[in-house]
């Protein structure tokens, strides 16, 4: 199983990109999704979550990109997306993609949860 996230890479304060995370070897249809993000000296932060792949109902956000990122699924190209609008300096980081299988009754905010992961691809954001 591997996760290959793109799309990352320079933008401008105010500005947007879209992440992608396509998942190869298994479906995670109806199995939890992330994004995760780290920066140097810290530890792995959550970003967004989609439980089910059903859409907005099931997604949730950190507060800090609350309104502003966007996380979605193509199921039918086993795709987990991020749009990013409204970037601010403090979003600089790597982005990681997370999938977990089987489903566990774990916190979907903990990177403890999620048994695969991807490669990350670095978001910068300059003010």
């Known amino acids: 199983v591997q996760l290959q996230a793109s799309g990352g890479g320079l933008a401008q304060a105010g500005g947007s990109l879209r992440l992608s995370c396509v998942a190869s070897?298994?479906?995670?249809?109806?199995?939890?999704m992330a994004w995760f993000r780290q920066t140097p000296g810290k530890e792995r932060e959550f970003v967004a979550t989609?439980?089910?792949?059903?859409?907005?109902?099931?997604?949730s956000y950190a507060d800090s990109v609350k309104g502003r990122f966007t996380i979605s699924r193509d199921n039918s190209k086993n795709t987990l997306y991020l749009q990013m609008s409204g970037l601010k300096p403090e979003d600089t980081a790597i982005y990681l993609c997370?999938?977990?299988?089987?489903?566990?009754?774990?916190?979907?905010?903990?990177?403890?949860?999620?048994?695969?992961w991807g490669q990350g691809t670095q978001v910068t954001v300059s003010s």
């Open positions: 997370a999938a977990q299988y089987p489903r566990r009754p774990l916190p979907l905010e903990s990177p403890q949860t999620y048994n695969y």
């Open positions: 989609s439980s089910w792949g059903i859409g907005d109902r099931d997604a």
């Open positions: 070897g298994r479906t995670f249809s109806l199995y939890p």
